[in-house]
T-cell receptor, first 114, second 112 residues
Framework: DGGITQSPKYLFRKEGQNVTLSCEQN?????MYWYRQDPGQGLRLIYY???????QKGDIAEGYSVSREKKESFPLTVTSAQKNPTAFYLC?????????????FGDGTRLSIL | AQSVSQHNHHVILSEAASLELGCNYS??????LFWYVQYPGQHLQLLLK??????LVKGIKGFEAEFIKSKFSFNLRKPSVQWSDTAEYFC??????????FGAGTRLFVKA
């Protein structure tokens, strides 16, 4: 079945450590997104990518980095500069520009600080 | 800049009651509008979407939404809710390109 796979499901980070969250899709979608979900704040956009080797900052990009070397993959790194990383992280993808397609979401990764 | 505002953070209804969840957005150009739902323990899924044409759109499970351009609104409605509608509902707006912004969400609890 086509879909989005996020791993791991749960992740723990030590102070000062960088961690990378994986997101893979087999939907042949051009666009991929990372959101952070906190209670009462909905989904806030961290980064998005419209095409391979290109990405843009969302509303809360500070302390995060991404890469888009392959169409299928859009990993998110939570750096030590992100002072409040505990959250639920959602990856999404959508079809080509102009297709007006909705986003498909993964099951999320819950990141906690040790 | 795009923004989305959902008026109610928590809604409690009894079964068979009518539902209306408010959503207002801020964006000057053409928009695509979405409502997503997240049931307990499940991932986000699309309820309905508006791109163009008839401003009243129907989605899954008896939900509908009306796009009122003059009010920058896209309110979600259901005439009679069921216990299984207990979930969190998110309004989302896509302006130019791919950037999609979500509201803060509304948690709906339906009492059996």
């Amino acid at each position: 079945d086509g879909g989005i796979t996020q791993s791991p499901k749960y992740l723990f980070r030590k102070e000062g450590q960088n961690v990378t969250l994986s997101c893979e899709q087999n939907l042949n979608h051009d666009a991929m997104y990372w959101y952070r979900q906190d209670p009462g704040q909905g989904l806030r956009l961290i980064y998005y990518s419209q095409i391979v080797n290109d990405f843009q900052k969302g509303d809360i990009a500070e302390g995060y980095s991404v890469s888009r070397e392959k169409k299928e993959s859009f990993p998110l790194t939570v750096t030590s500069a992100q002072k409040n990383p505990t959250a639920f992280y959602l990856c999404a993808s959508s079809g080509e520009a102009g297709s007006n397609q909705p986003q498909h979401f993964g099951d999320g990764t819950r990141l906690s600080i040790l | 800049a795009q923004s989305v505002s959902q008026h109610n953070h928590h809604v409690i209804l009894s079964e068979a009651a009518s539902l209306e969840l408010g959503c207002n957005y801020s964006y000057g150009g053409t928009v695509n509008l979405f409502w997503y739902v997240q049931y307990p323990g499940q991932h986000l899924q699309l309820l309905l979407k508006y791109f163009s044409g008839d401003p009243l759109v129907k989605g899954i499970k008896g939900f509908e939404a009306e796009f009122i351009k003059s009010k920058f609104s896209f309110n979600l409605r259901k005439p009679s809710v069921q216990w299984s509608d207990t979930a969190e509902y998110f309004c989302a707006v896509r302006g130019g390109g791919f950037k999609t912004i979500f509201g803060a969400g509304t948690r709906l609890f339906v009492k059996a």
